[in-house]
């Protein structure tokens, strides 16, 4: 089976760092997606990470640790636009299918 | 290319009728994926295709629920018997071939409401 675990909710200041977590326990592991999704509309990737260490892209980075079962997304100077829903998973071996966390929402507050 | 198109956006019906809703996904993807999603919820995977063969079906998707991709092109997923319980987003999503992990591109999804 496969648990994938991330925070429900989370508040943060504008300008401020965030930094959003994710653990999972699955068979098959083949990397780990992070995905931004707004209220109501598609899930939209920021990063993907099958090997240990920071991806960075922009305001945005992406960690991972494969022997801790751990990820984490951060996110820099944050702005208002920033508040979403950001979704955690992790893809199966051989089947390209993704098993999702359930989100966490994320409000930036001025 | 227009990305992954769902139709309808939104669907309303009555407990007990059947519903179908249509992927037509990235034109060169031969993986196509149907997820539902809840309010507060992450995606939940339904099934999937590698061209017009359905690989993998969820436990989720009950006897009522069935996916064709007849032509390896465009997917529908149909509800039998509505229940209450089957309102939630119904996301689909495609990628190249999905041998190489590459991401999922999904579509904005049809909202099923179940009155």
């Known amino acids: 089976g496969q648990n994938i675990d991330q925070p429900t909710e989370m508040t943060a200041t504008e300008g401020a760092i965030v930094q959003i977590n994710c653990t999972y326990q699955?068979?098959?592991?083949?990397?780990l997606f992070w995905y931004q999704q707004h209220a109501g509309e598609a899930p939209t990737f920021l990063s993907y990470?099958?090997?240990?260490g920071l991806e960075e892209k922009g305001r945005f980075s992406s960690f991972l640790s494969r022997s801790k079962g751990y990820s984490y997304l951060l996110l820099k100077e944050l702005q208002m636009k920033d508040s979403d829903s950001y979704l955690c998973?992790?893809?199966?071996?051989?089947?390209?299918?993704?098993?999702f966390g359930q989100g966490t929402t994320l409000q930036v507050k001025p | 290319d227009t990305g992954v198109s769902q139709n309808p956006r939104h669907k309303i019906t009555k407990r007990g009728q059947n519903v179908t809703f249509r992927c037509d996904p990235i034109?060169?993807?031969?993986?196509l994926y149907w997820y539902r999603q809840t309010l507060g919820q992450g995606p939940e995977f339904l099934t999937y295709?590698?061209?017009?063969?359905?690989?993998?079906k969820s436990r989720l998707l009950s006897d009522r629920f069935s996916a064709e991709r007849p032509k390896g092109s465009f997917s529908t997923l149909e509800i039998q018997r509505t229940e209450q319980g089957d309102s939630a987003m119904y996301l689909c999503?495609?990628?190249?071939?999905?041998?190489?992990?590459?991401?999922?591109?999904f579509g904005s999804g049809t909202q099923l409401s179940v009155l």
């Open positions: 999503a495609s990628s190249l071939d999905g041998t190489r992990n590459e991401k999922l591109f």
């Open positions: 699955t068979s098959g592991f083949n990397g």
């Open positions: 990470n099958v090997l240990d």
């Open positions: 998973a992790v893809i199966k071996s051989n089947t390209g299918k993704l098993i």
């Open positions: 034109s060169e993807h031969n993986r």
């Open positions: 295709f590698q061209n017009e063969a359905q690989l993998e």
